[in-house]
C-alpha cells in the first residue's frame, strides 16, 4: 500500500509565502516523477510543477520564477516553496507521485494521489 500526505496550504496575503510538503510511504520501489497540480473552483486541474528522478524541473508559465519544486530523495518528500502569492493562486493543491510499488510479491507500475491542500490568498 502506498500513501500520499499533503500539508502546509493555508490562508496568506497577496504577495506572501506559503511552503507545501508531500510525504509518500508504503511499498514504493521506486519513484520516477513527483508533481503538484491545483484545481481551482470551476477550473480544471492543472500542473503546477514536477520533477523528475533525473532532477528534471518543470514549471506551468504561469508560476515560473515565483515557485520552486524540491525533493529529498531519501525521505520521498516532495515541496513546493510558494513566494510572491496572488489570488489567481487559490485552488486546492494535490501532490502526485509516479512510482513502481510492490503489493502481492509483484511489483507494478502506477500514481497516487494526496487528498490535497487548500490555498487561499486573499488580495
Known amino acids: 500500500q502506498v500513501q500520499v500526505v499533503e500539508s502546509g496550504g493555508g490562508l496568506v496575503q497577496a504577495g506572501g509565502s506559503l511552503r507545501l510538503s508531500c510525504a509518500a510511504s508504503?511499498?514504493?520501489?521506486?519513484?520516477?516523477?513527483m508533481g503538484w497540480y491545483r484545481q481551482a473552483p470551476g477550473k480544471q486541474r492543472e500542473l503546477v510543477a514536477y520533477?523528475?528522478?533525473?532532477?528534471?524541473?518543470n514549471y506551468n508559465d504561469s508560476v515560473k520564477g515565483r515557485f520552486t519544486i524540491s525533493r529529498t530523495g531519501a525521505e520521498n518528500t516532495l515541496y513546493l516553496q510558494m513566494n510572491s502569492l496572488k489570488p489567481e493562486d487559490t485552488a486546492v493543491y494535490s501532490c502526485n507521485v509516479v512510482m513502481r510499488f510492490l503489493y502481492r510479491s509483484t511489483i507494478s507500475p502506477g500514481d497516487c494521489w494526496g487528498q490535497g491542500t487548500q490555498v487561499t490568498v486573499s488580495s
Open positions: 520533477i523528475t528522478s533525473a532532477g528534471n524541473i
Open positions: 508504503g511499498t514504493i520501489v521506486s519513484i520516477s516523477r
